[in-house]
């Protein structure tokens, strides 16, 4: 099957009211654990990169080539290869000259990835991107707001990516009449904002209310934009279950919330399509082979080591799938070429999802 565009996916889950996890990765390995849980749940698919992966990982043509593979491997199930938080015109464009079919343009912060921008900058950088990826038929996601802690006004560069220093309020909240006035004026496919997430593990230091993960700003951004398909970022749930695994076998991860699926469910009924999930992959991963290590004190073959971390994966994986109403939905889905989505685009066919609320 060829790769999807992250539109029409998103456009389909709309629809039907659901979401899509979209899950980072580096290897083939992870790719792999991550379609087995998708076929076996018959789930459409987003696979996404980030430039770590791109430039200093695994580099792009082992990435496109592990995914344009397993597009061979699981022709049942449409996938989409996103480029994700790329902070310069090159990055985006480059992504999609490369086999992405969507790429984030993430002008919420300057192009080194940890000052925050201003509103103008934002708007400009994002609709040059967005014009250049739609005439190729590729899709963008932009982001308005800064993903940061409403608890301490930190922002937060855990995993090496993400803003720097003290954030105020209304960078840590999207605003909802910014919001259509940025989707209308950049023509973004979808909008990442910010609800009190922030990338890593480190999300929280107590179990979340709405005060510290603001699902009711996310629901007066989907009044206001009804069309718009809205991205969670920094969305792991950083389970009680994997850090005490991650304990139990040698590791030291102190105390931790994230965000819990039942919050993430809320927020896919007020128009959240996408939700972005690394912290939690990497956690069953390393958390599995720690188990296996220990457990397993005589075996060396780094395969044994690899397949019990992948089983983990898949078990965390299918869980979204399933309770993000993903499941169900490749089947229905019938792919069509960049080519066709980009005359689509030429025809007016995909004028920005903002309705006048
Ligand atoms: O942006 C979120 C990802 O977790 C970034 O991960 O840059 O370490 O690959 P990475
Ligand atoms: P987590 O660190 O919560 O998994 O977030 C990942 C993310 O938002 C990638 O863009
Ligand atoms: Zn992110």
Known sequence: MKLISLRQLLDHAADSGYGVPAFNISNMEQGIAIMNSAKKCDSPVILQ????????????????????????????????????????????????????????????LMSDGKTPSSYSYNVDITSRVSQ????????????????????????????????????????????????????????????????????????FTREPDDNILSI??????????????????????????????????GGDMPQTWGVPVSE??????????????????????????????KLNPKVFDPREFILASMKELEKLVSDRFERFGTAGNAKKIHPISLAEMADRYADGAFEPRVKAA
């Open 49 to 108: 990169a980030s430039l770590n992966v791109r430039n200093r990982y695994a580099g792009d043509q082992m990435i496109v080539a592990i995914v344009n593979a397993l597009a061979k491997m699981y022709p049942n199930n449409p996938i989409c290869l996103h480029q994700d938080h790329g902070h310069t015109e090159s990055a985006c464009v480059s992504a999609v000259s490369s086999g992405f079919t969507s790429a984030m343009m993430d002008g919420s």
């Open 132 to 203: 250049i990826a739609h005439w190729t038929g590729a899709s963008i996601e932009g982001e308005l707001g800064v993903l940061g802690s409403l608890e301490s006004g930190e922002a937060s560069d855990e995993d090496g990516s993400g803003a720097v220093g003290k954030l105020d309020k209304e960078q840590l909240l999207t605003d909802p009449d910014e919001a259509a006035d940025f989707v209308k004026k950049t023509k973004v496919d979808a909008l990442a904002i910010a609800c009190g997430t922030s990338h890593g593990a480190n999300k």
């Open 216 to 249: 009711n700003q996310i629901k007066a951004i989907h009044e206001r934009l009804p069309d718009t398909h809205l991205v969670m970022h920094g969305s792991s749930s950083v389970p009680q279950s994997l850090q005490e695994m991650i304990n139990e076998y």
């Open 264 to 293: 993430i469910e809320r927020g896919i009924k007020y128009g959240v399509r996408k939700v972005n999930i690394d912290t939690d992959c990497r956690m069953a991963m390393s958390g599995a082979m720690r188990r296996f290590a």
